[in-house]
């Protein structure tokens, strides 16, 4: 049982050491919202979403007053569109995006998460129309992100698929070019996607959960960090338990809130998703424990090992603490969220080809990455096929968040703004691509999927 003094010990931890809730997300099923009128399916949605989530955004702010616990965001996943409005007599699914954007500005959530393909295996004539809505979707909307899963260590990786991604994400830059081209900021291409990620852009309901569901996602770089400088000699041994027992902390205090937020709305409760997500704020940083544990900036010798044990730590710390872990849990290493990569990339110790070693070993991949607005779409899609065979022979969940910002070039600042922070224009390989992006088809599943 969770104890009431569980959560107040971490009073410290958020009142000097960034500690927060990074959002409680509900999930919510569309499958019995299907129509073939797309205007009756709109209406279902969005009659759906606001009986079960209208509530959600005063439960997190009573619950942040209550516990004294920041809940930075309140969001929504839902089922994947494609599969949803599969029924719809269609051919455009920008209808199904402005509706989702009006549910989410209904009830003041944050993002809601799920204009989403899951295209590991082939893609439908539904997983086109949502292909050729997604740049207008996310143009005229503020609040919808959207997913693509190309493929899976089960499955294999649809190479059509990912030739697509390239031009859609240039169109989606030229469409918001007066934006910083912030539309690709709400878009992920997936390997090895999950089913209960709370954390946006990359969410969607699975279609194997429940109907609704209230999932937790728990922030703390901070408390990491403070937690490492108090024990600076330590040993590698050391150092891996004292991250453990520091991510045991952060799980039971989310568990808590997340817990009573679902008793409260009256939801089953999902998953505590542990996942050491940084922000632009001073001391809430991944770089930052990097140079704690003794690199002189992040992308030093040493970098990739000290992300691996760190993210392992906090995977093993998640699951002492909670059997409700799911999600990415891990480190995030999102470039234009973390202020010691900023340093790192101006400096010149982190480049892009470093950032995918990284990935290797860290819970997702490639994330919020801004790149030069000319960048061909071949290298875009290269990129992501690079991220996506990391994930597939590893088994683990890759991912590429990337934006070409338009009109910018190598070394220049982009600022986002809010959580998505600002980013230096990082260098791309300028090499050829071209021959190899294009040949069309289908990679295998690597030896090892076929464990039956």
């Given at each position: 049982m969770i104890r009431l003094k569980e959560a107040f010990e971490t009073k410290r931890m958020v009142d000097d050491f960034n500690l927060d809730v990074r959002t409680l997300t509900m999930g919510i099923s569309l499958l019995d919202c299907a129509d073939k009128d797309v205007n009756k399916f709109n209406e279902n949605i969005y009659n759906k979403i606001t009986y079960y989530a209208k509530d959600l955004v005063k439960v997190a702010d009573d619950l942040e007053k209550e516990y004294g616990i920041p809940i930075i965001n309140k969001r929504i996943s839902i089922t994947p569109i494609a599969i949803a409005a599969a029924a719809c007599e269609t051919d455009s699914y920008v209808s199904i995006a402005k509706t989702l954007d009006a549910v989410a500005k209904e009830v003041n959530v944050d993002f809601i998460g799920g204009f989403s393909a899951l295209v590991q295996k082939?893609?439908?004539?539904?997983?086109?129309?949502?292909?050729?809505?997604?740049?207008?979707?996310?143009?005229?909307?503020?609040?919808?992100?959207a997913s693509v899963n190309?493929?899976?260590?089960?499955?294999?990786?649809?190479?059509?698929?990912?030739?697509?991604?390239?031009?859609?994400?240039?169109?989606?830059?030229?469409?918001?070019?007066?934006?910083?081209?912030?539309a690709c900021a709400k878009f992920v291409a997936f390997c090895n996607a999950v089913d209960d990620n709370p954390f946006m852009a990359g969410a969607y309901h699975g279609v194997g959960e429940k109907d609704v569901v209230l999932?937790?996602?728990?922030?703390?770089?901070?408390?990491?960090?403070?937690?490492l400088v108090a024990s600076k000699k330590q040993s590698f041994n050391d150092l891996c338990s004292t991250i453990q027992e520091t991510a045991f902390k952060i799980t039971r205090a989310g568990q808590l809130i997340g817990q009573e937020a679902a008793k409260r709305l009256n939801v089953p409760?999902?998953?505590?998703?542990?996942?050491?997500?940084?922000?632009?704020?001073?001391?809430?940083?991944?770089?930052?424990?990097?140079?704690?544990?003794?690199?002189?900036?992040?992308g030093a010798p040493g970098t990739t090992l000290a992300l691996a044990l760190l993210n392992d730590s906090i995977k093993k710390g998640g699951l002492m603490a909670s059997t409700h872990v799911g999600g990415l849990s891990g480190a995030f290493i999102p470039v234009s969220e973390d202020r010691a990569m900023i340093?790192?990339?101006?400096?010149?110790?982190?480049?892009?080809?470093k950032l995918e070693a990284m990935t290797a070993v860290c819970s997702v991949g490639l994330d919020m990455v801004a790149v030069p607005g000319d960048t061909p779409w071949q290298t875009l899609s290269g990129i992501i096929a690079d991220e996506a065979a990391i994930g597939l022979i590893n088994n683990k969940t890759t991912a590429v968040r990337i934006i070409p910002v338009y009109g910018k070039t190598i070394g220049?600042?982009?600022?986002?703004?809010?959580?998505?922070?600002?980013?230096?224009?990082?260098?791309?390989?300028?090499?050829?691509?071209?021959?190899?992006?294009?040949?069309?088809?289908?990679?295998?599943?690597?030896?090892?999927?076929?464990?039956n």
């Amino acid at each position: 049982m969770i104890r009431l003094k569980e959560a107040f010990e971490t009073k410290r931890m958020v009142d000097d050491f960034n500690l927060d809730v990074r959002t409680l997300t509900m999930g919510i099923s569309l499958l019995d919202c299907a129509d073939k009128d797309v205007n009756k399916f709109n209406e279902n949605i969005y009659n759906k979403i606001t009986y079960y989530a209208k509530d959600l955004v005063k439960v997190a702010d009573d619950l942040e007053k209550e516990y004294g616990i920041p809940i930075i965001n309140k969001r929504i996943s839902i089922t994947p569109i494609a599969i949803a409005a599969a029924a719809c007599e269609t051919d455009s699914y920008v209808s199904i995006a402005k509706t989702l954007d009006a549910v989410a500005k209904e009830v003041n959530v944050d993002f809601i998460g799920g204009f989403s393909a899951l295209v590991q295996k082939g893609t439908s004539s539904s997983d086109q129309i949502l292909f050729n809505s997604l740049p207008e979707s996310l143009a005229v909307t503020d609040r919808v992100c959207a997913s693509v899963n190309l493929g899976s260590s089960r499955n294999g990786l649809n190479m059509d698929a990912v030739a697509a991604m390239g031009p859609m994400i240039l169109d989606m830059a030229h469409r918001t070019k007066d934006k910083e081209s912030i539309a690709c900021a709400k878009f992920v291409a997936f390997c090895n996607a999950v089913d209960d990620n709370p954390f946006m852009a990359g969410a969607y309901h699975g279609v194997g959960e429940k109907d609704v569901v209230l999932s937790v996602g728990v922030s703390g770089p901070g408390v990491v960090k403070a937690a490492l400088v108090a024990s600076k000699k330590q040993s590698f041994n050391d150092l891996c338990s004292t991250i453990q027992e520091t991510a045991f902390k952060i799980t039971r205090a989310g568990q808590l809130i997340g817990q009573e937020a679902a008793k409260r709305l009256n939801v089953p409760f999902g998953i505590i998703d542990l996942s050491l997500a940084p922000t632009p704020a001073v001391g809430d940083s991944i770089g930052e424990i990097f140079e704690v544990m003794g690199l002189e900036v992040a992308g030093a010798p040493g970098t990739t090992l000290a992300l691996a044990l760190l993210n392992d730590s906090i995977k093993k710390g998640g699951l002492m603490a909670s059997t409700h872990v799911g999600g990415l849990s891990g480190a995030f290493i999102p470039v234009s969220e973390d202020r010691a990569m900023i340093k790192a990339v101006k400096q010149g110790a982190l480049s892009l080809e470093k950032l995918e070693a990284m990935t290797a070993v860290c819970s997702v991949g490639l994330d919020m990455v801004a790149v030069p607005g000319d960048t061909p779409w071949q290298t875009l899609s290269g990129i992501i096929a690079d991220e996506a065979a990391i994930g597939l022979i590893n088994n683990k969940t890759t991912a590429v968040r990337i934006i070409p910002v338009y009109g910018k070039t190598i070394g220049e600042m982009v600022e986002f703004g809010g959580l998505l922070g600002y980013a230096p224009i990082m260098k791309v390989n300028q090499f050829c691509n071209n021959d190899f992006i294009t040949r069309g088809g289908f990679v295998p599943a690597p030896i090892h999927s076929f464990k039956n």
